[in-house]
C-alpha cells in the first residue's frame, strides 16, 4: 500500500493504493525503492524479484514479465537499490543439514545475477544470520 500524508491509501498508485504480490510464499520478503522511484519486491524461498513503476504497475522490462526467479538455497532478509539500479539482496540461507549462513546477491537492474559482483552475483558472508544492509557512498 501506498499512503498518502494523512495516511489514506493513494488512488494514484497500484489498484486503489494497493499492490497484491503472490511472491513467493509470503513468509520472508524485503522491499526496496530505487532512486528513480521504482520499488522492488524480493520473496522467497529462494529468490524471486518483482519490480513495479513508481506508479504501482509491473514494470515489464525486467525479467519475464516484470518477474524474476534465482533457484538459490536462501530467503531474502533485507534489500537495498545502489546509485545505479542494481538490487542487492541480504540473504538467509540454510543448507540441507539445517545449517545457517548468510549471502548477499547482486541483481541487475534487467534482474540478472551480477557476474561482476563477487562469485557469479553472490557473495557468502562469514556470518549465521543477516541483521542489516548498508550501501557506502563514495
Excluded at 489514506?8 to 513468509?27: A, C, E, R
Excluded at 514479465?65 to 540473504?91: E, I, N, Q
Aim: proline share 7%.
Amino acid at each position: 500500500m501506498l499512503s498518502l500524508r494523512d495516511g489514506v491509501p493513494d488512488p494514484s498508485f497500484g489498484t486503489g493504493g494497493w499492490f497484491h504480490s503472490t511472491l513467493g510464499d509470503g513468509k520472508r520478503v524485503a522491499l526496496a525503492v530505487a532512486p528513480d522511484g521504482r520499488i522492488y519486491i524480493a520473496a522467497g524461498p529462494g529468490l524471486h524479484v518483482q519490480r513495479l513503476m513508481p506508479d504501482g504497475s509491473v514494470d515489464l522490462s525486467c525479467g519475464t514479465l516484470g518477474t524474476v526467479t534465482h533457484a538459490l538455497p536462501s530467503a531474502p532478509a533485507l534489500a537495498v537499490v545502489d546509485h545505479r539500479g542494481a538490487l542487492l539482496v541480504a540473504m538467509d540461507e540454510q543448507d540441507e543439514t539445517e545449517t545457517t549462513s548468510a549471502s548477499v546477491v547482486r541483481l541487475s537492474p534487467t534482474g540478472s545475477l551480477d557476474g561482476a559482483f563477487a562469485s557469479g552475483g553472490r557473495a557468502a558472508l562469514p556470518a549465521a544470520y543477516v541483521h542489516g544492509i548498508a550501501l557506502q557512498s563514495t
